[in-house]
């Protein structure tokens, strides 16, 4: 059974800072998702990763996948208050019909 | 446009009462599934299907229930069993059940249920 587990839980930054959201998953996962989800609304697609090193940016969010190590990242570079949400990782397995196990979520808070 | 269309967007339960949520989409996509969030936590999968007139059982199913008559619809029954239903409940598809494709679960735009 595929467990997926992220930290921190809670994240407050700056604006301009860097940092990293690390997600940690237990066994073999087919695909590793991020999704973003701001108060009170549903969850928006962000990446799909799908090989070990793959890596995906958009604007200042990056992502990166090590099946090896079984760890994704989300990387955040140069905060801006936008990015202030609830940020979650996801991973799928083929053979247990495309069920999405989710972390807790990383709630990130962007100060001015 | 094509999307998911979930209703309503609140509901309130009665003690004892049956309730029904909807989930439409129109995207034509062959598995759907419904989730439970609870305040600062992450989604539990209840139900989903991977395609007309079958269903499977996910993590937190005991009192709900769910049908899957079209490939359009996927509504979810919370049931008077479900002593805690408080939550919010969304639903999701994906374009094939077997992850074949390179496709994130799109979701829809939650309902929010409470006990009266």
């Known amino acids: 059974e595929l467990k997926v587990e992220q930290n921190p839980l809670f994240l407050s930054m700056q604006e301009g800072k860097n940092y990293t959201i690390y997600c940690n998953y237990s066994?073999?996962?087919?695909?590793l998702y991020w999704y973003r989800q701001d108060p009170g609304k549903s969850l928006e697609s962000l990446f799909v990763l799908l090989s070990n090193g793959a890596v995906k940016q958009e604007g200042r969010l990056m992502a990166s996948l090590d099946t090896k190590a079984r760890l994704s990242t989300l990387h955040i570079t140069a905060a801006v208050h936008d990015l202030s949400a609830t940020y979650f990782c996801?991973?799928?397995?083929?053979?247990?019909?495309?069920?999405?196990?989710f972390g807790e979520g990383t709630q990130l808070t962007v100060n001015p | 446009d094509g999307g998911i269309t979930q209703s309503p967007k609140y509901l309130f339960r009665k003690e004892g009462q049956n309730v029904t949520l909807s989930c439409e989409q129109n995207l034509n996509h062959d598995a759907m599934y419904w989730y439970r969030q609870d305040p600062g936590q992450g989604l539990r999968l209840i139900y989903y299907s991977q395609i007309v007139n079958d269903f499977q059982k996910g993590d937190i199913a005991e009192g709900y229930s769910v049908s899957r008559e079209k490939k359009e619809s996927f509504p979810l029954t919370v049931t008077s069993a479900q002593k805690n239903p408080t939550a919010f409940y969304l639903c999701a598809s994906s374009i094939d059940s077997r992850g074949a494709r390179v496709q994130p679960q799109h979701f829809g735009d939650g309902t929010r249920l409470s006990i009266l």
């Open positions: 066994t073999t996962s087919d695909r």
């Open positions: 996801a991973g799928l397995v083929k053979t247990s019909g495309s069920r999405l196990t």
